[in-house]
């Protein structure tokens, strides 16, 4: 398993503005993801990120909105553009080290926005 | 469409009472299925996978089986500190991961 933090733990943003949630992992990994977990509905896969290269977005969520950093195996950062109240959730990373392989959640990110 | 559906929704058991958790998928070409435990205000935590029909795994109190179709998370002999969400998720191409909305367990002393 890997030890997974988060940064913030929380935080309430006002509408239009932006907010960036760090991810630290104990060691090298080779896959980092980052999940939403909206109230009442399941963990939806946001994108995959990438080592050195842009990170792979799934279908529904967009670079501009959410745009992801990976300078390294260890860490990533996600970033939520021009917030709304329907940005509102619990946004999560989670690392594998294999794609077939089980991945481990961090802690999460409780994002209000007003 | 992929589709992960457990129940039930919510399930509520005395101390001792053992049941079971479902979670029913319709993907093509299943992975792997696998099953997390979330308390509240943390994320998930692993605590199985399970690659084809037949197999089954344990860990403590929880035993963890699969068919064609779906997957079952037997619990024998709950204790309160077994409460908790447990969440069902498959993987069918790459790395993502389609979960299902969860069962919702609290056991009671």
């Known amino acids: 398993s890997a030890v997974i933090s988060q940064k913030p733990s929380r935080d309430i943003c006002q509408r239009g503005t932006s907010l960036t949630i760090q991810c630290q992992v104990d060691?090298?990994?080779?896959?980092m993801f980052w999940y939403r977990q909206q109230p009442g509905q399941s963990l939806t896969l946001i994108a995959t990120a990438n080592q050195g290269s842009e990170a792979t977005y799934e279908s529904g969520f967009v670079i501009d909105k959410f745009p992801i950093s990976r300078p390294n195996l260890t860490f990533s950062t996600l970033t939520v553009s021009n917030m709304s109240p329907e940005d509102s959730s619990i946004y999560l990373c989670?690392?594998?080290?294999?794609?077939?392989?089980?991945?481990?959640f961090g802690p999460g990110t409780r994002l209000t926005v007003t | 469409e992929d589709q992960v559906t457990q129940s039930p929704e919510a399930l509520r058991l005395q101390e001792g009472e053992s049941s079971s958790l479902n979670c029913s998928y319709t993907v093509s070409g299943l992975r792997g299925l696998f099953w997390y435990r979330q308390d509240p205000g943390k994320g998930p935590e692993f605590l199985f996978t399970l690659y084809s029909a037949g197999e089954e795994k344990e860990k403590e109190r929880l035993k963890a089986t699969l068919t064609k179709k779906e997957s079952f998370l037997h619990i024998t002999a709950p204790k309160p500190e077994d409460s908790a969400t447990y969440l069902c998720?498959?993987?069918?191409?790459?790395?993502?991961?389609?979960f299902g909305k969860g069962t919702s367990l609290l056991v009671t002393p």
């Open positions: 998720a498959v993987q069918v191409a790459g790395y993502a991961l389609n």
């Open positions: 989670s690392v594998a080290r294999e794609s077939r392989e089980e991945q481990y």
């Open positions: 060691s090298q990994v080779t896959m």
